[in-house]
């Protein structure tokens, strides 16, 4: 009776112990950290590649206007998602749960922007044209797919029936989605400088 009785008492005392409800968002730095590093690795491929001229035969730098709509678009995204944000802080669920809707349509729109953008360079540029060609199509090629894994896991968190640190989603999702979808719109930002804005302003002044 006694064994019975203790192990009734340890599970109880499992069961009082505090939860870490940040731990959903340390997993998330993990990912940013490993993904961060791919694509550091793929841009120092792209500046080491580019002092080799026989591999990178571009004649003129990526067009502009669908790079900057994308820009915008992850942008707008980006404040709507932290608005929602605070919303969620405040128990405000219902808006914090329309943020997570209009993130995901202009996650949408922007895709649909990317699909214009490639349409247009697949003119001139193709991934097999030379060195420049395979990296800018992988590098932005990998950035369309985490925008894809971005809305769908907004999409999984429109779903959910509570955002905040509940019994019922004790590890704060919204926020942690919403971290995940800052880190897209920082890869966007430097892809957007580093393989439409600089080849520009280098060529055209």
């Not at 990998?142 to 894994?149: E, G, K, L, N, R």
Request: charged share 10%.
């Amino acid at each position: 009776m006694s064994s019975f009785a203790n192990t009734v008492a340890d599970s109880t005392a499992v069961q009082t112990l505090p939860v870490e409800d940040r731990r959903g968002i340390y997993a998330m730095w993990c990912v940013i950290a490993t993904e961060a590093s791919l694509f550091l690795c793929l841009f120092g491929a792209y500046f080491y590649l580019g002092n080799t001229k026989e591999r990178w035969t571009i004649d003129r730098p990526p067009e502009l206007h669908y790079a900057w709509m994308m820009l915008v678009v992850l942008l707008v995204s980006a404040f709507l998602l932290r608005w929602g944000e605070k919303q969620v802080n405040q128990a405000r669920f219902s808006a914090g749960r329309l943020a997570l809707l209009l993130t995901i349509l202009l996650g949408l729109g922007f895709l649909a922007l990317q699909y214009f953008d490639y349409a247009s360079h697949l003119k001139t540029l193709t991934p097999y044209s030379d060195s420049y060609g395979s990296l800018f199509y992988a590098i932005s090629g990998f950035h369309v797919a985490h925008i894809v894994v971005g809305i769908l896991l907004l999409a999984y968190t429109w779903f959910l029936p509570q955002y905040g640190p509940t019994t019922l989603s004790p590890y704060r999702p919204y926020q942690t989605v919403a971290l995940y979808w800052y880190f897209v719109n920082a890869l966007w930002i430097c892809i957007f400088l580093i393989l439409y804005l600089i080849p520009n302003l280098l060529v055209y002044g």
